[in-house]
């Protein structure tokens, strides 16, 4: 005998509903999504670029309209790798924005955060040049 499936939550991209905020959430509640998936489309912005006030509107459009965020899917380490680029590089360069994701996370509270690995070169395994 199998378990039970627990029930399964949907999510997309909000973005994908166009590239107003409000109006993505109402088109999202609207075919029933109740758990977001937050990337870009955000007053012209990627999640880890919101500012304060930003991240405080959206997470009173989010209580106004009965919707979660699930996920933030950020952008954050996804640039190709330089050859020889060090790990002090790195950080320098994408740890801000990880810093500013989670300061707005604070906020919209989502229950994950998606980080990107760096772009290698494909089927090579070596960094992108």
């Given at each position: 005998?199998?378990?039970?499936?627990?029930?399964?939550?949907?999510?997309?991209?909000?973005?994908?509903?166009?590239?107003?905020?409000?109006?993505?959430?109402?088109?999202?509640?609207?075919?029933?999504?109740?758990?977001?998936?937050?990337?870009?489309?955000?007053?012209?912005?990627?999640?880890?670029?919101?500012?304060?006030?930003?991240?405080?509107?959206?997470?009173?459009?989010?209580?106004?309209?009965?919707?979660?965020?699930?996920?933030?899917?950020?952008?954050?380490?996804?640039?190709?790798?330089?050859?020889?680029?060090?790990?002090?590089?790195?950080?320098?360069?994408?740890?801000?924005?990880l810093g500013?994701?989670?300061?707005?996370?604070?906020?919209?509270?989502?229950?994950?955060?998606?980080?990107?690995?760096?772009?290698?070169?494909?089927?090579?395994?070596?960094?992108?040049?």
């Amino acid at each position: 005998m199998t378990a039970p499936i627990a029930p399964v939550q949907l999510t997309l991209l909000s973005s994908i509903l166009g590239g107003d905020f409000p109006l993505a959430l109402e088109r999202q509640k609207g075919i029933g999504i109740r758990y977001l998936d937050l990337k870009d489309g955000l007053w012209g912005k990627t999640i880890e670029q919101l500012n304060e006030e930003e991240a405080a509107c959206a997470a009173a459009l989010l209580e106004e309209s009965g919707l979660q965020v699930h996920c933030f899917s950020t952008s954050v380490g996804h640039t190709p790798l330089e050859p020889g680029t060090d790990e002090n590089a790195f950080r320098a360069r994408h740890e801000p924005a990880l810093g500013n994701a989670i300061h707005v996370a604070r906020t919209l509270r989502p229950q994950v955060i998606r980080l990107l690995a760096p772009r290698l070169q494909p089927g090579s395994g070596q960094i992108a040049t």
